[in-house]
């Protein structure tokens, strides 16, 4: 397989332009380690240009990295210290706002096959049903904006019910300034507006023709997050989930934040 060929000057560009998003977003450092050759948010700003080119694995770019920043530091310290700004990075990943519509669903983030399961490494990963059917692993639950932009979300095992997951999602809902929440059959029964089944004796009220449209946006939503690899490469636990996870979000996110700063 040939090498993939990068212009440094696009490579650079789009390095620094998130870089300067990121400072924005990023609380301030307290102090300064020598050892620390490049910043956080730099670190952050690198592994998000590689989902950017659609380059698969982290190591072969931060390879390829090396030849045009040499004085940066090595791999191993770089996916150290990204594991280490997780709880950093699922607090800016998303922003709150006041919203008059969201649309909630959830996508099923596999870990391994089912014929797997058993050698998978993963403790807190389960087994369940989907509408992609039986998976082994974990779901994303997440709120969006009709324009697309995550506001909100949560990485629940796959044998969750939605119901549960949406109440922990509720929690919040007054930081969001009370918007209205929709959601597929499989939330009937909660708080969000969803469409009747065919044998309901009650059919929710609120539920209106356009709001079956406004639902798909979601869905594309998920779609965008798959092509940012949080499906590929192996996983080997929860915390290296929720890292991918979130650096897909953080990335899908940066391009509301361009337009919307």
């Not at 590689?50 to 982290?58: A, I």
């Not at 998976?135 to 997440?142: I, L, Q």
């Not at 999602?169 to 708080?191: F, H, I, M, Q, S």
């Not at 290296?240 to 899908?252: D, E, F, G, N």
Request: aromatic content about 12%.
């Amino acid at each position: 397989m040939a090498r993939p060929r990068y212009k440094i000057a696009r490579l650079r560009a789009h390095l620094v332009q998130v870089h300067r998003l990121l400072t924005l977003v990023f609380p301030k450092p307290r102090g300064f380690w020598s050892n620390q050759k490049v910043s956080t948010p730099k670190l952050v700003a690198a592994y998000l240009t590689m989902l950017h080119f659609k380059h698969p694995h982290f190591s072969t770019w931060w390879v390829l990295l090396k030849e045009f920043y040499p004085h940066w530091c090595s791999f191993t310290q770089a996916y150290l210290r990204l594991h280490k700004a997780l709880e950093t990075l699922e607090g800016v990943a998303c922003r709150t706002g006041v919203y008059a519509l969201l649309v909630c669903d959830s996508a099923p983030l596999p870990v391994c096959r089912l014929k797997r399961k058993k050698r998978c490494k993963v403790r807190e990963a389960s087994l369940g049903y989907s509408t992609q059917g039986w998976v082994y692993g974990f779901k994303v639950h997440a709120w969006v904006t009709l324009e697309g932009e995550i506001v909100q979300y949560r990485l629940e095992t796959a044998s969750l019910h939605d119901t549960p997951a949406a109440e922990q999602l509720n929690v919040r809902w007054a930081e969001y300034g009370g918007p209205r929440v929709l959601g597929d059959k499989g939330y009937v029964g909660t708080t969000y507006i969803t469409p009747s089944k065919q044998n309901a004796k009650s059919p929710d009220p609120r539920n209106r023709p356009e709001y079956g449209r406004q639902r798909k946006r979601v869905e594309t939503v998920f779609s965008q997050l798959v092509s940012k690899h949080i499906r590929v490469g192996q996983v080997k636990s929860l915390r290296s989930l929720r890292l991918k996870v979130t650096l897909a979000i953080l990335a899908h996110n940066l391009d509301f934040w361009r337009v919307n700063p």
